[in-house]
């Protein structure tokens, strides 16, 4: 399949275009992001083409754009690091397969090892956002201090003693 085979963006909601592949180009545009970016989150691990054309083109399809658009809000919303994108990205895998695995096992033993790791690595998102949360209300507070420090100028601007 080539990239011509598809017009339009992609809809989640139709089988067909998740099935759709789409060249590094078009989902740069779509997602927002440089081809550069594109190709050092698939240097870092956090991507992998859905797939690569005969001229060795990457190929994406509606799953990658949806992680490309997850990867920029963890990047650009939250300011999240490569390495905690990585993480974050890392345990939401885990948590697929953990939910499979236990839905597929009736061993209680296999059962509570499966929870026992998803409670471990949902309480490591809990805390990379509870430091992730830490720093941004101490740049908040110093804004707040700067901006009081402001005020003060401006009202001994108005206000000066006479």
Do not use: C
Request: negative net charge; proline residues 4%; without cysteine.
């Amino acid at each position: 399949m080539t990239t011509t085979d598809a017009v339009g963006p992609a809809d989640p909601a139709d089988p067909a275009d998740s099935a759709r592949l789409q060249r590094i180009q078009e989902v740069a545009d779509e997602v927002g992001l440089t081809t550069r970016a594109i190709r050092y989150y698939e240097e870092q691990g956090l991507l992998e083409p859905a797939a690569r054309s005969e001229g060795a083109y990457r190929l994406y399809d509606a799953s990658d754009v949806e992680r490309l658009r997850f990867i920029r809000g963890l990047r650009d919303d939250a300011g999240f690091s490569v390495a905690h994108i990585r993480q974050l990205l890392e345990d939401e895998a885990a948590r697929e397969r953990n939910r499979e695995r236990y839905r597929s096992s009736d061993d209680p033993a296999e059962r509570r090892a499966i929870l026992v790791d998803a409670l471990a690595r949902v309480d490591r998102q809990i805390g990379t956002l509870r430091d992730k949360a830490e720093r941004l209300s101490e740049m908040i507070d110093e804004a707040e201090r700067r901006r009081r420090h402001l005020v003060d100028h401006l009202a001994r601007l108005d206000h000066p003693a006479r």
